[in-house]
T-cell receptor
Framework: GAVVSQHPSWVICKSGTSVKIECRSL??????MFWYRQFPKQSLMLMAT?????????EQGVEKDKFLINHASLTLSTLTVTSAHPEDSSFYIC???????????FGPGTRLTVL | AQKVTQAQTEISVVEKEDVTLDCVYE???????LFWYKQPPSGELVFLIR??????QNEISGRYSWNFQKSTSSFNFTITASQVVDSAVYFC??????????????FGQGTRLTINP
């Protein structure tokens, strides 16, 4: 089956720094990638949808200047949390959808802890 | 707007018992997909099933079965003869406009299932 990887799997950073998370589709081309956030013991909430080569579409309440998303190629999307604060600590999960089918494949997630 | 409700926040049963996880959804679309995912402590989502809105047949896969009822907008999940390894958080999700469009997934709140030995 299709494989989606995320890097890093976990990261600890100081408040005020920026953190970049990568999401890669390893064996298929992803025309659309999604970024979700999951706080402890809560559900997954969609943050944004990104299509290759175009600007991401952010969900209501998600600051686009804080969560920068780049989908520069058909196999890579990045999420940069700028000037991270402790309240940004969360589990970030990406998913990727190929242009051929309608399956959405999830990455293993990245656990971000901001001190 | 679409919405998925999993009213059971936590369920705890003894091993070998059968357990049903409830999922109720709301959507104005006539074409949509419903999903179940398992999230073990590692955090990675494990895909269990996808069902489109035109297929109301129940499905069985080993100890897992799903009951889709459009009349009550429900898509319930039953584990038969539960095992300790079934302990996880289970999410029900809905996707509208599966053919083209953004195909965003809307997740329910999740049900934390604990199977005790």
């Amino acid at each position: 089956g299709a494989v989606v990887s995320q890097h890093p799997s976990w990261v600890i950073c100081k408040s005020g720094t920026s953190v970049k998370i990568e999401c890669r589709s390893l064996d298929f081309q992803a025309t659309t990638m999604f970024w979700y956030r999951q706080f402890p013991k809560q559900s997954l909430m969609l943050m944004a949808t990104s299509n290759e080569g175009s600007k991401a579409t952010y969900e209501q309440g998600v600051e686009k200047d804080k969560f920068l998303i780049n989908h520069a190629s058909l196999t890579l999307s990045t999420l940069t949390v700028t000037s991270a604060h402790p309240e940004d600590s969360s589990f970030y999960i990406c998913s990727a959808r190929s242009g051929i089918g309608n399956e959405q494949f999830f990455g293993p997630g990245t656990r971000l802890t901001v001190l | 707007a679409q919405k998925v409700t999993q009213a059971q926040t936590e369920i705890s049963v003894v091993e070998k018992e059968d357990v049903t996880l409830d999922c109720v959804y709301e959507t104005r679309d006539t074409t949509y997909y419903l999903f179940w995912y398992k999230q073990p402590p590692s955090g990675e989502l494990v895909f269990l099933i996808r069902r489109n809105s035109f297929d109301e047949q129940n499905e069985i896969s080993g100890r897992y079965s799903w009951n889709f009822q459009k009349s009550t907008s429900s898509f319930n999940f039953t584990i038969t003869a539960s095992q300790v390894v079934d302990s996880a958080v289970y999410f029900c999700a809905l996707s509208e406009r599966p053919w083209g469009g953004a195909q965003k997934l809307v997740f329910g709140q999740g049900t934390r299932l604990t199977i005790n030995p």
